[in-house]
């Protein structure tokens, strides 16, 4: 069960990863890179970096790192593996894509994640 790569593809680069991040960890722009600090590491310095011309972000004090999806999962505690069609609708909210738009394909990844989660 998944959303249809067009989807996804849509959805990921419809969101800008500074944006994105800068709404949960204050960034500032060093360079051609954004940097900020996660967690407890604001007692060793700067541990986020992130590169908006490549869309991908990385914790230099851990590693965590990744595209739009990755800080998502990262930042509701959520596996990217057993979680993506949540981690992809979070993503389509904060892009404005509507859901309402979906693929057959895609609604039907919908309606089967819904069943096992009622089953469990």
Do not use: C
């Not at 249809?4 to 800068?22: A, P, Q, T």
């Not at 981690?87 to 892009?95: E, S």
């Not at 894509?97 to 693929?103: A, D, H, V």
Request: hydrophobic share 40%; no cysteine.
């Amino acid at each position: 069960m998944s959303f249809s790569e067009d989807f996804k593809n849509r959805v990921k680069f419809s969101i800008d990863i500074v944006y994105l991040i800068g709404r949960d960890i204050p960034l500032h722009k060093k360079g051609g890179s954004y940097k900020g600090t996660i967690g407890k590491a604001g007692k060793s310095g700067e541990s986020l970096v992130v590169t908006p011309n490549k869309q991908l972000w990385r914790n230099t004090k851990g590693t965590e790192g990744g595209d739009v999806f990755d800080w998502i999962a990262f930042q509701h505690g959520l596996d990217r593996n057993l979680n993506f069609t949540e981690i992809v609708r979070i993503a389509a909210d904060v892009a404005g894509i509507p859901l309402e738009g979906l693929s057959a394909e895609d609604k039907k990844a919908i309606a089967e994640e819904k069943d096992v989660k009622k089953m469990l």
